[in-house]
């Protein structure tokens, strides 16, 4: 026959059943911890992969003219959320690609994207009032480690390991003649082509940003077969065809602004930015 439990009893079974739970629920928290999940309320706690710090561009500016303070004010907003979205990404990728994976998908298009914006906010000064120079070298950001970051140097255990090309099959070697079938070639639209009439006063740029248009491209396909193996399945787009893209962007916007000078502005030239790889 079973006896009810005396209260101070009861109390006590409940303490030690809530103990438990406790206890349960902490070793489920260090067990996340240990899996790899970051607390939202600290994400670099855990990996800590550092944080991106790129130069103040406002504290350079000359006088804003007024007829430019808008497009100046939404491109300093513009490079601060680049920047924001780039430590979201540091923080999102930990433990992906090889050595070089923080500068070639992250440091790098990030300083793409801010020659761009830059660049547009020397333009929209230079209308009005002297075009300042050199603000470019502000453009390049680096990585402040916290305690040692990972970059990817031991990715061979996280998400880049089965990326890594195997020994009897080094695809990073370029073929000699003909390109390498498996790496594939960047095909870019033809912008010389799509340009109306050039203005002698304009020339010289012109030719001088389709030239380095074609160095772009020289360059992404020569990093294109360097990096073979490295880096998850967006590798490429992120790392190669994303910076591509915006620095196709900030030539094209100049080979427009110097035609516009002295004739009509060409437009929607930005559509022949992006290229693909051709396999």
Do not use: H, W
């Amino acid at each position: 026959m079973s006896r009810a439990l005396p209260k101070y009893n009861k109390r006590r079974v409940a303490l030690i059943g809530g103990a438990a739970a406790l206890a349960l629920s902490g070793a489920f928290v260090v067990n996340s911890a240990l899996a790899g999940e970051t607390p939202k309320n600290n994400p670099r706690t855990l990996a800590g992969p550092g944080t991106i710090s790129c130069p103040d561009v406002a504290s350079q500016l000359p006088a804003i003219p007024a007829s430019a303070q808008a497009e100046v004010d939404r491109n300093l907003a513009l490079l601060q959320k680049q920047i924001d979205e780039a430590n979201k990404r540091l923080v999102d990728t930990v433990g992906q690609g090889g050595p070089n994976f923080v500068q070639n998908a992250i440091l790098g298009p990030l300083e793409s994207k801010r020659v761009a914006a830059i660049d547009r906010i020397a333009i929209s000064i230079g209308r009005t009032a002297a075009k300042p120079q050199g603000l470019n070298a502000l453009a390049a950001c680096t990585l402040n480690a916290d305690g040692g970051a990972d970059t990817g140097a031991e990715a061979g255990a996280g998400a880049g390991a089965t990326a890594t090309p195997s020994a009897s099959a080094p695809a990073a070697e370029a073929p000699a003649e003909g390109g390498n079938a498996e790496v594939g070639t960047i095909s870019c639209p033809d912008v010389a082509s799509q340009l109306p009439a050039v203005p002698a006063s304009a020339q010289a740029e012109v030719d001088r940003n389709l030239a380095l248009l074609q160095k772009q491209i020289d360059e992404a396909n020569k990093r294109l077969v360097d990096t073979v193996g490295q880096g998850g399945p967006n590798f490429v787009q992120n790392a190669i065809l994303g910076p591509l893209e915006s620095k196709r962007v900030a030539a094209i916007d100049r080979i427009a602004i110097s035609i516009g000078r002295t004739a009509a502005k060409p437009q929607g030239l930005n559509a022949l930015a992006a290229c693909t790889l051709d396999k």
